[in-house]
């Protein structure tokens, strides 16, 4: 489905809470038959061996002096985070260490080496940005995602990146970039960022990602005259101002907020796709002034009628999922003369739980233009 997060947003899936119900009930079903102390992980203390397993030294399961140094087998040694580039190559471009269990950037000796335009630091322990210095020659691209930062400093000599990732950190201020002028995608997904602030010099950016925040409201943006895509989604906003001075925007992600109104929508007459499912929204009254969309995700509101789509010609895909949709001859009257749209959603709505089996021929013989209903193909009438 279209405006999902870039890299899932922070979400927990509905699995994880049932897999925690059920080990919760597990767990409440072995102090029943098997009542006595157990640790805080839930083990009584008894060793318990599978009697096909192979056992190299079964002698320490019976000798209490077996556990002494000198019959304590080699184990595997886990490099420093110095040692962990020692093979790659000098001249190398792109240098990538995802999930090494990386604390020290400084530790990696990057003054090694003097070409590099992408490091990949994802899925580490780094706290503290420093020893990239060196790289500021060179360095174009920087991916920080998934680490446990919380300020942004050490990035002064880097005043070549065009592509910078702080996402699913703990940030709460975005602050000591402004010099990154360079810059066309920043990423700050999954943080603790509730003010919008600190990027008016980065007119070249391109992409701005802040889903999964706690902004509560849209503004500081009006120097981004570049900004094509804004994504702001599971936030705390309830307004869609502040995208007047923003005159190439043609994407919106906006999900997951509080939003009511979408009449602020004229001052981007540009927009060629807008992602607000999962807000507040009860009509699709103001969408009159956004003649350029393409794509609209209005999945997850209190939608009852889709009065207001009349004037968007070019709207190709229309999702809508699980609003209070139940006419469709207001479907067909809405919609039938797009000649552009190829996919529609409407599943969940009480036009198709109503008449679940004759929904989507009403649907087909209402709009024989479109090509996928929900997630079913059809062939044009």
Known sequence: MPGQLNGDAGRESPSHHIEVLEEASS????????PGLRDSKGWDGKLRIDRTALIQNPEALSDPEYSDDENVLAGQEIDADEDLLDDEDPDSDDISLTHSRVTSISALRLDRFKKVVRLCLRQNLVQHIDGLASLGPTLEELDLYDNLISHVRGLEDLTKLTILDLSFNKIKHIKHIDHL???????????????????????????????????????????????EELWLAKNKITELKGLAGLPKLRLLSIQSNRIRDLSPLREVPQLEELYISHNALESLEGLDGSPSLKIIDISNNTIQCLKGLGNLKEIEEIWASYNQISDIADIERELADKKNLTTVYFEGNPVQLKQPALYRNKVRLALPQVQQIDATFVKSV
């Open 27 to 34: 767990e409440r079903e072995d102090h029943q038959h098997s």
């Open 181 to 227: 002028t360079e810059l066309t995608d920043l990423f700050f997904v999954s943080n603790k960022i509730s003010v919008i602030d600190g990027l008016a010099t980065l007119t070249k950016l391109r992409q701005l990602e802040l889903g999964s925040n706690r902004i509560r409201e849209i503004k500081n943006l009006d120097s981004l005259t570049n900004l």
